[in-house]
């Protein structure tokens, strides 16, 4: 039986048309509103004539919902603006019933960023092959549309091995296990799997590797230089070059298999000419492996690439590949993109559940004063979606969603320079320590944080008793809307055949 079914578009009477100018009184109106119905029937795709057809109607209506898989939340249509303010707009509507945690902050994901991305990556770099590294988000939805795209996943454990293969329809080829240290047991449970690909970085990994998975296709991490990024991963992993013609004829007297070369700049590479250098030590990596009896097929040339700079690192990588490896028809060449494909694709919406304000006649609250007056403490923070302040040494910035039940924040309205703080009583949980923001902000009111798609839920703990945000899915507007149902409808068809 097909997993694969559709909901009936569901209508509410409220206008979301964010084109129009706001009716600033829509929280007053709710009360006359009914819920749209989410019970909608359900019904399977396939019994129906043209079950790959898109609702072009319902496509045109951000309220309509569908269920393409069955174990997974909806999916909507429509800019995730819309989907913010019909997140604030439910959560109103739950508080006026009186549900608790109401207010509760929620992510839109906008799958229509990461197909966009996707296609950039192939116009880019059509020659290397995308692994996603599966530890940057592994959102369900997320991991189901790359692979129906076609790329490969980066797996750090047995758990994110299992995530991906329990999508269904992912050959376990074309996961490679990129963590250089993994545990006996991982080693030989990857085995078992069919996950031959596995990157190593020392002696000891070898020996493992010659126990748990003899037949193993291995892949030794060189060092580059990573002081360009945000995160130096070269701390931890990488073996220098040096050491390289010891690996291997170790692999050799074990009768391991090495195939090729991986390296990673650093997460947040803000300096895309290191892949030049990087490339120039995986092409010493290739001639010392021919020197010790093995010809290496695979160049992986890892992770880091960032949004605003991929086409400056594409054009990096794409030149250095032509100069160090100019002859390739042997080899193949694959990439570990994480931040890259998901970074813009998460919006997070969180409440402001207090504040701390001098009182109004106070001087403090003059403008003037550069230092933060006025705290705003709101339920998502650094224990949560946050926590890529703390460990992916993020800066993020707020704006405001909703003020005082409009989605309209007139341009005289002043502003008054304030912090941001999470929910939990730990004073560390700051999520923005100075940003300007309207004076008339208050409890109630929404913020909302764009770039939050990355190093982000993946991290999130539920210190304090405060729960991870839920996440909203929409497959974006118009045609692109569209391409991206098709592949994940015809991913669902394949995936649930097997
Ligand atoms: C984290 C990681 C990645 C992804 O890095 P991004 O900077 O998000 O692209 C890729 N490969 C390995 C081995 C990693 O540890």
């Known amino acids: 039986m097909s997993q694969v079914e559709i909901l009936h578009a569901t209508f509410s009477p409220i206008d979301h048309d964010i084109s129009r100018p706001e009716n600033p009184s829509f929280f007053h109106d709710l009360e006359n509103v009914t819920r749209a119905n989410t019970n909608a029937l359900v019904h399977d795709i396939l019994s129906s004539p043209s079950p790959l057809r898109l609702n072009t109607e319902a496509a045109e209506s951000p309220h309509h919902e569908e269920n393409l898989f069955q174990s997974l939340p909806p999916v909507h249509i429509g800019h995730p603006e819309i989907h913010l303010r019909n997140g604030v707009m439910n959560a109103s509507m739950m508080a006026n019933d009186g549900e608790p945690d109401a207010e509760k902050a929620f992510f839109v994901a906008d799958l229509s960023q990461v197909y966009r991305q996707h296609q950039r990556w192939v116009s880019c770099l059509p020659e290397i092959t995308p692994y996603y590294a599966v530890k940057c988000n592994p959102d369900p939805y997320v991991l189901r549309l790359l692979a129906a795209l076609g790329t490969g996943f980066d797996c750090a454990s047995n758990g994110e091995i299992s995530r991906v293969l329990s999508i269904g329809g992912v050959d376990p080829s074309r996961i490679i296990f990129a963590n250089p240290c993994k545990a006996n047991s991982f080693i030989r449970n990857a085995g078992k799997l069919g996950v031959d690909t596995m990157t190593f970085d020392n002696m000891d990994e070898l020996y493992k590797v010659a126990r748990t998975h003899p037949r193993a296709k291995l892949v030794v991490r060189i060092l580059t230089d990573d002081t360009k990024s945000l995160c130096q991963l070269g701390l931890k992993y990488g073996a220098p070059l040096v050491t390289v013609p010891a690996l291997l004829s170790k692999a050799r007297e074990l009768n391991l298999d090495v195939i090729g070369v991986s390296f990673h700049v650093g997460s947040g590479c803000y300096d895309p000419t290191v892949y030049s250098d990087a490339i120039a030590r995986a092409r010493y990596a290739f001639d010392m492996a021919k020197e010790a009896g093995f010809s290496f097929t695979l160049l992986d040339v890892g992770g880091g690439f960032e949004d605003a700079s991929f086409e400056q690192a594409a054009s990096v990588l794409k030149d250095a590949i032509e100069e160090h490896f100019p ?123 764009d770039n939050m798609g990355a190093y982000t839920v993946c991290a999130a703990s539920q210190f304090n008793g405060f729960e991870v945000s839920n996440v909203v899915y929409t497959l974006g507007s118009g045609v692109v809307a569209a391409e991206v149902r098709s592949k994940l409808v015809a991913f669902a068809v394949e995936a649930c055949g097997r």
């Open 327 to 449: 002859d390739r028809r042997n080899i193949r060449v694959i990439a570990e993109p994480g931040r890259f494909y998901v970074s813009k694709a998460f919006s997070l919406a969180a409440n402001i559940i207090a504040r701390r304000a001098p009182f109004s006649d106070s001087a403090e609250m003059t403008t003037g004063n550069d230092q933060p007056s006025v705290m705003y403490y709101i339920n998502d923070g650094v224990y949560g979606a946050f926590n890529c302040i703390l460990f992916d040494h993020q800066v993020v910035h707020p704006y405001v969603l909703s003020m005082n039940g409009s989605f309209h924040v007139p341009s005289s309205e002043p502003v008054c320079t304030s912090s941001v703080w999470g929910p939990t009583c730990d004073s560390i949980d700051c999520v923005c320590p100075k940003t300007e923001l309207p004076s008339g902000l208050r409890v109630g009111d929404w913020l909302a944080f």
